[in-house]
């Protein structure tokens, strides 16, 4: 005799990047996975499309509003009580909000590759977003303070306007956080 089906849960996960390539994470706050980082995403409510459920699950758990791109890819994860969690992963980027953890996230942030790689996550995310070809990108870090004189001199030299010594004699000095 053959076993009872189980019985299928359907959720959403939102992969979400920002203009650096930096991938938005969750750490759960609540079971599966509590304490382990992952996606932002939870189940599809009676009545909701994957694409309602998705937004909603975002603005709750990381007070952001994304814009769904394409279905990602499909993954089934075990759930209590032999259950099975059928999980549509969407490609998504922000449209809105602001960054802050909320409902079932005690944190939330944007990571590069390398804080991915340093980070406890829930089973078989890493695995999902390498088959995917959707990890975040290597931190590329972009310097505070440039070194601009090259550029300064340059534009001095063909333009007087330019002058280091603008605004001391007789032009606008500007209201800039130098002036």
Request: aromatic letters at 4%; proline letters at 9%.
């Amino acid at each position: 005799m053959a076993g009872l089906p189980q019985r299928r849960i359907r959720c959403v996960g939102a992969v979400v990047f920002d203009e650096d390539g930096r991938l938005l994470l969750i750490r759960r706050a609540q079971e599966p996975g509590r304490g382990r980082w992952s996606v932002p995403g939870g189940r599809v409510e009676p009545g909701e499309t994957d694409h309602q459920a998705l937004i909603r699950e975002v603005a709750e758990e990381t007070g952001l509003t994304v814009e769904i791109i394409r279905l990602l890819g499909r993954v089934h994860r075990n759930a209590p009580g032999d259950a099975v969690f059928d999980i549509d992963d969407y490609l998504c980027r922000p449209a809105g909000g602001a960054l802050a953890a909320g409902d079932d996230a005690e944190q939330a942030r944007w990571c590069d590759a390398s804080a991915l790689a340093s980070l406890p996550l829930v089973p078989g995310l890493l695995d999902a977003l390498t088959h995917w070809q959707a990890l975040p990108r290597p931190l590329t870090p972009r310097p505070e303070n440039p070194d601009m004189s090259p550029y300064r001199a340059s534009a001095a030299a063909s333009d007087p306007d330019m002058s280091p010594y603008r605004g001391q004699e007789g032009h606008s000095g500007g209201g800039g956080a130098g002036a």
